[in-house]
């Protein structure tokens, strides 16, 4: 372990809801700030599906950032569990990031959130995300707008891109002042409290979902059915520790299971390199993957499979 020091005079700690609509960046920002992969990324929107902590600490502060799912309306029980899983993180915080996709125009859906926040009367920080889509001219006009959304309220407004990185930093220390003063509240190498089982499962998910696209959207389910370290001292090329994961794939149809396996198997190879790399990269060490597929009808209206998977309604 590397050597740590907290300036305990004056430290500040305490936990930050994570609230946007889905797409506006959330999990891309917290990975950002953590430095390490803790949320799936992916071009499709509602990605998240567990309530996540990420755990950022400095010298002078400690953040429990709550990953949310994105607030949209609810189609089906698995939509339902996510609103509902967002809405309680609110009222459990000590404050508020406000994510917005500072790329277009506010909408609609942003008038929603706003007014949820307001009604909560915690306090909120604002930062207009994918700043570095936004062209130089328009700066001042886009965040104009931004502020007559937020209304009369004292929320103070910052420009960032998860992506590049830009802004990153002076968020993290504006959300570290806002904290109250407060001992480190998890070990300070802790970077998620979400069990490995779930970060590994949720590789995979991510993995899927950015190979399939559109064609086998959200019915996805990951199980991962065994992890078993392998002896290291026979591994040849330095790296920590060798481990054996094999996961299920589930899907509701099984055209579904066909797309995912794919022509020759092309396709379930493609995805389990694709995570093997992120898993090696999240463990630091050499992964051996197997997958296999398998059809379970209707798994997202089922409360119990829901619970198996670790998406518990509370
Ligand atoms: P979430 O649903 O809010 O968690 O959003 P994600 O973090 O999954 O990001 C959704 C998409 O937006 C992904 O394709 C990201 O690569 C992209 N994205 C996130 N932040 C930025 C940013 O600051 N700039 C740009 N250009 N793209 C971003
Ligand atoms: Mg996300």
Known sequence: MTSFEVDSNGFRSGFVALIGRPNVGKST???K?????????SPVAQTTRNRLRAIITTSYSQLVMVD???IHKPHHLLGERLVQMAR??????DMALLLLEGSCSPGKGDEFIVQLLKNKNIPVLVALNKWDLVKQDCFNNREEEYRNLIGNSDWPIYRCSAFTGEGCRSLLEALGQKLPEGPLLYPHEMIC???????LAELIREQVLIKTREEVPHSVAVSIERIEEIDSSKNTKGS???VAILATILV?????????????GTMLKAIGQGARLQMQSLLDGKIYLELFVKVVPNWRSNASRLKELGYESD
């Open 29 to 31: 920002l917290l990975n």
């Open 33 to 41: 700030l953590v430095g390490k992969k803790v949320s799936i990324v």
């Open 68 to 70: 949310t799912p994105g």
């Open 88 to 93: 309680s993180a609110i009222g459990e915080v």
């Open 193 to 199: 409290d979400q069990p490995q089982k779930i970060l």
């Open 240 to 242: 920590k520790v060798n």
């Open 252 to 264: 509701e149809r099984k055209s579904q299971k066909g797309i995912l396996i794919g022509r020759g």
